[in-house]
């Protein structure tokens, strides 16, 4: 979906909460309660990081949460955009966002999409925002040829996994997330025999 739409520049407006908002003309047309989507440009991205910070505050994690505007506009929309977004508004006013981006499924020989973050602003939820980012992704992964969609839910939050599985979605418990960050990455990194 990137790259589509006008290229003359967007215009910005500020929200109610002074978060500057781009309109490129791209958004699916409003439904009758006046959700729209449409997916993220550069001038979004202070809404992007605000999105990201309120996500990290409900996930506990403000303290672990470092992204700047500079570094979301390098990765998001740089020479080598690492994800894409999606933005929900509700009547005009950001209302959420999806963050996600490719990866490959080697037993399905096929893409798919990861869905990183996914964000409803509280006095928004309950209105069919999360499922509509959800159904979005879902139709983009469809439309190119992705063999699954996924994503990882913190255990304690017991009303998102009711929703996804609301969804149809699964829980695959037999699965553990590994990571390497901060220093282990680095050292791991060091290792390399290049």
């Known amino acids: 979906m990137r790259g589509r739409g006008p290229r003359t520049g967007p215009s910005v407006t500020l929200s109610p909460h002074g978060v500057g908002v781009a309109d490129w003309g791209m958004s ?14 550069d001038a979004d991205v202070p809404l992007i990081l605000h999105f990201i910070r309120g996500l990290a505050e409900y996930e506990r994690l403000a303290h672990e949460c470092v992204a700047t505007e500079e570094r979301l506009r390098d990765t998001l929309f740089g020479a080598r955009p690492a994800a894409e977004v999606q933005l929900a508004f509700l009547q005009g006013e950001p209302a959420g966002f999806a963050l996600f981006f490719s990866n490959y499924s080697t037993f399905l020989a096929q893409p798919g999409l990861y869905l990183e973050d ?9 209105r069919g925002v999360g499922r509509a980012l959800l ?11 992705c063999g699954r969609l996924e994503w990882s839910v913190l255990d304690w939050n017991v009303d ?17 997330v590994h990571r390497l960050t901060g220093d282990a990455l680095q050292a791991l ?3 390399d025999m290049r």
Do not use: C, H, N, Q
């Open 28 to 41: 699916s047309a409003p439904t009758a309660d006046g959700l729209e989507l449409r997916p993220a440009v």
């Open 118 to 126: 996914l964000f409803v602003e509280p006095r928004f939820r309950g």
């Open 135 to 145: 159904t979005r992704l879902a139709a983009l992964a469809v439309e190119r040829s």
């Open 160 to 176: 998102a996994i009711r929703f996804y599985e609301s969804l149809g979605a699964r829980g695959m418990t037999e699965w553990t």
């Open 189 to 191: 990194a060091a290792k």
